[in-house]
């Protein structure tokens, strides 16, 4: 909204109101310029302080420096908003009768679509980046490790973020740029294949891939600390290592690291997390889901079609909007497809690789930071 104001004075003048994507394709379909409680959230103009009653604040508003008329209405997400209009009816082959439910952004869907419900229950999303939420009952805020919760769908209570900058958006870079080029991983879709492929060479390596460590810090990081200057390393790299080793490697470096946020997130619900749900494309793969079982020590319950999850849970808050549903039936709505469950044979294996890990972190971090200042 700033870039536009200053760079494209003109376009800002004709503005009548600034929309997220979401808000966009709800005006498409109904008409109407709203913004929901999640949505405005990252304007940073709003008092959430109840997250049933998420307004503007106007000393919050008169710093932002953008207009307050340009700021739209703002709705819960399950606020039925409208139907649709003719030109929308004609296009989708729905009737103008369709209501449409304002809806929510991807993570505040997952968190529904994943069945995460009841207060402290989590899930793990592993896409291109990751992170663990839940819902909680109050409005916290950690800064020293970037966790908050933040308005969401259901408007008795706040839904805990913790967000990892790349995830399998380490595998991307793996596929691209370590493997062979005559290797078939090279021509896989992270999306799918590349998965299935992985399956058949990861469990040839024992836990631990053969003391090979990787840091996933492709992108810097975000939680359990904020830190733009973090890359991403494989260490103990000898001659005996193989493509293999660097592979599951790659998975358990995404899985320590997701172990490291647990520890703030465990003290941010007060109470350590005893099991997760699993969704996401990374889901797919079964070796991933079982290390990340083994590093985090907790059950993982892979969600049934776990790519689908936010998909799901934006027809669910459409559902729970229109009164199909209620919030209490949502839970069993969503079906586990499996269950892992942590092999204590690998703890200490696991145990060791998580403290070299975070020393890693700690040797390596002013290093990253000099780094950066000749990038």
Not at 257 to 280: E, H, K
Not at 287 to 316: F, K, M
Request: with cysteine.
């Amino acid at each position: 909204m700033l870039w536009v104001r200053d760079e494209l004075p003109e376009v800002y003048e004709r503005t009548a109101t600034f929309l997220n994507v979401l808000d966009y394709l709800n005006l498409r379909l109904t008409g109407r310029a709203v913004a929901t409680v999640d949505s405005i959230l990252t304007a940073w103009v709003t008092d959430n302080r109840d997250p049933g009653k998420v307004a503007y604040d106007p000393g919050l508003v008169s710093r932002c420096g953008i207009d307050a008329a340009k700021l739209p209405p703002i709705v819960a997400c399950t606020e039925v908003i409208g139907t649709l209009t003719p030109a929308a009816a004609t296009h989708l082959g729905l009737p103008t009768s369709v209501q449409v439910v304002a809806g929510a952004i991807d993570v505040t869907a997952a968190a529904i679509g994943a069945g995460t419900i009841d207060n402290g229950d989590c899930h793990l999303y592993l896409g291109t980046s990751s992170w663990i939420a839940g819902h909680v009952p109050g409005k916290k805020t950690d800064p020293l490790h970037g966790i908050a919760s933040v308005p969401c769908a259901l408007d008795d209570r706040y839904l805990m973020i913790a967000l990892q900058a790349t995830a399998a958006g380490n595998l991307n870079w793996l596929r691209d740029n370590v493997v062979g080029s005559d290797d078939p991983l090279v021509a896989a879709d992270v999306r799918g294949e590349f998965f299935a492929l992985s399956d058949q060479i990861v469990p040839r390596v024992p836990a631990g891939s053969n003391g090979v460590i990787f840091t996933p810090w492709i992108y810097g990081e975000r939680v359990p600390v904020d830190d733009l200057s973090l890359r991403a390393g494989l260490f103990n790299v000898s001659l005996h290592n193989t493509r293999a080793d660097l592979l599951r490697s790659v998975f358990e470096g995404i899985a320590l690291n997701t172990r490291w946020m647990l520890g703030p997130v465990n003290g941010f619900l007060g109470r350590p997390v005893r099991s997760i749900r699993l969704i996401g494309g990374g889901a797919r793969s079964n070796s991933w889901t079982q290390i990340l079982a083994d590093v985090l020590g907790v059950p993982v319950h892979r969600v049934d079609q776990p790519v689908a999850a936010n998909a799901r849970g934006a027809g669910l808050i459409g559902a729970l909007g229109v009164g199909a549903v209620t919030a209490g039936e949502l839970t069993d709505l969503v079906a586990v497809a499996d269950v892992r469950e942590p092999d204590p044979a690998v703890r200490a294996v696991y145990d060791d690789a998580f403290a070299t890990f975070v020393d890693l972190h700690k040797r390596l971090g002013p290093l990253y930071r000099r780094l950066a200042r000749r990038r």
